[in-house]
Nanobody, 126 residues
């Protein structure tokens, strides 16, 4: 069983920055792909970014060029640096772990991820 815990959410002004952290338990963290998703009020949860165990990175078009995902395997932690924030980035942000290895084209699908955190709120004011 893997536990995933997000932190770093909060309130930011439009144009500002926040950095989210996601700590995962387990000695095989370096084998997992890690993803970030978000869910705004009244909307479905959507893909934000993913980093594979080998460092392959994907972004949703809506955050490309503004958000940066990274991982520190020594700390069992993945980060999401969010710059140039917009009010439409307001959502609960979730971190998730994908314990299956290998290249996949379905990386943006919620069903690809086995373990989820409880989420952290990000609010961007205009």
């Amino acid at each position: 069983q893997v536990q995933v815990v997000e932190s770093g959410g909060g309130l930011a002004q439009a144009g500002g920055s926040l950095r989210l952290s996601c700590a995962a338990s387990g000695r095989t963290f370096n084998r997992y792909a890690m993803g970030w998703f978000r869910q705004a009020p009244g909307k479905e949860r959507e893909f934000v970014s993913r980093i594979s165990s080998g460092g392959r990175i994907y972004y949703a078009d809506s955050v490309k060029g503004r958000f940066t995902i990274s991982r520190d395997n020594a700390k069992n932690t993945v980060y999401l640096q969010m710059n140039s924030l917009k009010p439409e980035d307001t959502a609960v942000y979730y971190c998730a772990a994908d314990s299956t290895s290998g290249y996949k084209t379905t990386y943006s699908s919620l069903s690809e991820y086995d373990y989820w955190g409880q989420g952290t709120q990000v609010t961007v004011s205009s």
